[in-house]
C-alpha cells in the first residue's frame, strides 16, 4: 500500500487542495516586496507579479496592489487605482482592504470625500476584527463624521481597538477617560493608558501619548506633579514632530519650568514651532526684548502680525504699541487704534495655563 502512494505522488495522481488563482505570483511578489526567503528586497520587480495575481483575481494580490499604488512603492503614486484596486478586494471580504478603502473615502483619495461610505467600509472592517477600523468607527462617532455624535459609542469602539492592542486606540481611550468622554472622568486610567501608548512603534502615537503624559505631569492628574518628568515627556513628543510640544518645551526653558532657564535654546525651538499664533508671539517677544537672540524691532514687528492675523490678542496689542511708537514699521495712530480695539474684541490671549488645559 505504502509503495503505491509514493508512486501516486510520484506520478502528480494524488488529489490535492488547489491553490487560490494567483497564489504563487503573489508569493513571489511578497517574498520581494519584504525581503523574505532569502530575497533581496526590491519593490519594483514585486509590483509586477502583484499586478498578475491580481489580475487573476487574487484579494491579497489587489490589497498590496493598492498599497502599491497608494505609497508609491515599485510604481508612480496612482490614488484612482489604489482605490480601485481596494475595492476589489474589499468586494472579496479582505479585511485589509476594507479599511483602505474606507480610509480613501474618508480622504478624498482617488474618490469624492464621502464620510458616510468611509464610516460603511470602517464598520464592515471592524465586523472582522479589525483594530484601525474599530478606532476609526469610535473616531467618527466622537467628532460626528458621516454620522450623529455619540460619545458613548465613541468610547466602546476606542476600547475594543484598545482591547485588541491598537496603540493608537489606547491613546484615544485614555483622552475619553481624560476629558470624561463617554465615560466617567479617570485621569488615573488615562495616564495608564498614554503610558502605554507610548510603546507604540508608530512615531504619531508616540507623539500624542507622550504630549498627554506630559500634561499629566505637568498638572498633576492622575499622577504625582513632576515638571522634570513633564519636561522629558515633551522632549521625546518633539522628537516625534508634536508641534505643541516643541512650543511647550520652548515656554519651559523660556521660564525655566522643569529645566534650566535657556533663552537661546527657548528661542531656537519656539522658531521651529509650525503655524502657531502663540509661538510667534513669543518669537516676536524674544526680537522685541533681545531675549536669546540679538533685538530687531523689524522681525519682531513681522512675527507680531503673523500671530496677531493667526488672532492671538497678546500680539495685536503689541502691533498696536509698534504702530503707536514706530518700532519696526512707520508710526500709524489709525493702525494702531485698529488693533488696539480688535485685540479688545478676541480675548485670545497666549498662557501657559491655556495650553496645559
Same mark, same amino acid.
Given at each position: 500500500?505504502?509503495? /503505491? ?282 526680537? /522685541? ?11 519682531? /514687528? ?47 490671549? /497666549? ?7
Amino acid at each position: 500500500m505504502r509503495f /503505491f502512494f509514493i508512486l501516486a505522488i510520484l506520478c502528480g495522481t494524488l488529489l490535492l487542495p488547489a491553490e487560490e488563482p494567483g497564489q504563487q505570483e503573489y508569493r513571489l511578489g511578497l517574498n520581494l516586496f519584504e525581503g523574505l526567503n532569502g530575497s533581496v528586497q526590491d519593490r519594483e520587480a514585486a509590483f509586477p507579479f502583484f499586478k498578475q495575481a491580481a489580475a487573476r483575481g487574487n484579494a491579497d494580490a489587489q490589497y498590496r496592489l493598492g498599497h502599491c499604488y497608494e505609497f508609491g512603492f515599485g510604481t508612480p503614486k496612482e490614488p484612482a487605482k489604489a482605490r480601485e484596486a481596494y475595492e476589489q478586494a474589499a468586494k472579496q471580504g479582505h479585511t485589509e482592504a476594507l479599511f483602505r478603502l474606507g480610509n480613501c473615502h474618508y480622504v478624498g483619495l482617488g474618490t469624492p470625500q464621502d464620510y458616510a461610505r468611509a464610516l460603511e467600509c470602517f464598520r464592515k472592517a471592524a465586523e472582522q476584527g479589525n483594530a484601525d477600523a474599530l478606532m476609526s468607527v469610535g473616531f467618527c462617532y466622537e467628532n460626528g463624521t458621516g454620522v450623529e455624535k455619540n460619545p458613548k459609542l465613541a468610547f466602546e469602539y476606542y476600547s475594543k481597538a484598545a482591547n485588541a492592542g491598537l496603540s493608537l486606540g489606547q491613546y484615544y481611550l485614555g483622552r475619553c477617560y481624560y476629558h470624561g468622554k463617554g465615560t466617567t472622568k479617570d485621569y488615573a486610567k488615562a495616564v495608564e493608558l498614554f503610558r502605554k501608548s507610548i510603546q507604540s512603534e508608530s512615531r504619531l502615537c508616540r507623539g500624542l501619548g507622550y504630549f498627554s503624559l506630559g500634561l499629566c505631569c505637568l498638572t498633576g492628574k492622575g499622577v504625582e506633579k513632576n515638571r522634570e518628568e513633564a519636561f522629558r515627556c515633551f522632549r521625546n513628543a518633539a522628537d516625534s514632530y508634536h508641534n505643541e510640544a516643541r512650543l511647550l518645551i520652548g515656554v519651559m526653558y523660556l521660564r525655566g519650568i522643569g529645566t534650566q532657564a535657556d533663552p537661546a535654546e527657548a528661542f531656537r525651538q519656539l522658531s521651529l514651532v509650525r503655524r502657531s499664533p502663540a509661538a510667534d508671539y513669543l518669537v516676536g517677544m524674544c526680537y /522685541f526684548q533681545g531675549t536669546g537672540t540679538a533685538k530687531n524691532a523689524k522681525l519682531a /514687528f513681522q512675527s507680531f502680525r503673523k500671530a496677531a492675523d493667526g488672532g492671538s490678542a497678546d500680539a495685536m496689542n503689541m502691533l498696536a504699541l509698534c504702530y503707536r511708537k514706530g518700532i519696526g514699521t512707520s508710526p500709524n495712530p489709525d493702525k494702531s487704534e485698529f488693533w488696539k480695539k480688535h485685540a479688545a474684541r478676541s480675548g485670545r490671549k /497666549f498662557s501657559l495655563v491655556h495650553l496645559t488645559e
